[in-house]
């Protein structure tokens, strides 16, 4: 049983950083993603970035200010968000994959098998 444990979050004054971890246990794919979505309240759960290893993938209101990055063979992912703006407040999914995308990273959530329970990130104006 894949399980995804989350912690950071919190709440953070705009132009401020905060920075999420995720830990997978009972995963063994390499060059299957994990990544970072989020859902603000009212509006569909986004992809946000995502990491297999070797590649990375950004939304596009984030590139630039986030980071992802990982270890332990794609069991431990980060996400260091940097100038945090107000309209990045929502929860934060850790999210994990069991298919390898050597090439790709997925930004649908359809392509995601696992979730954390999710982290609130609220970013005051």
């Known amino acids: 049983q894949v399980q995804l444990v989350e912690s950071g979050g919190g709440l953070v004054q705009a132009g401020g950083s905060l920075r999420l971890s995720c830990a997978a246990s009972?995963?063994?794919?390499?060059?299957?993603?994990m990544g970072w979505l989020r859902q603000a309240p009212g509006k569909e759960r986004e992809f946000v970035a995502g990491?297999?290893?070797?590649?990375?993938a950004y939304q596009d209101s984030v590139q630039g200010r986030f980071t992802i990055s990982g270890d332990n063979g794609v069991n431990t992912v980060y996400l260091q968000m940097n100038n945090l703006r107000p309209e990045d407040t929502a929860v934060y999914y850790c999210?994990?994959?069991?298919?390898?995308?050597?090439?790709?990273?997925?930004?649908?959530?359809?392509?995601?098998?696992?979730w954390g329970q999710g982290t609130q990130v609220t970013v005051s104006s």
């Open positions: 999210a994990a994959s069991s298919v390898r995308f050597p090439v790709i990273i997925p930004r649908n959530r359809i392509y995601y098998n696992y």
């Open positions: 009972g995963r063994a794919s390499t060059n299957a993603p």
């Open positions: 990491w297999n290893g070797e590649v990375t």
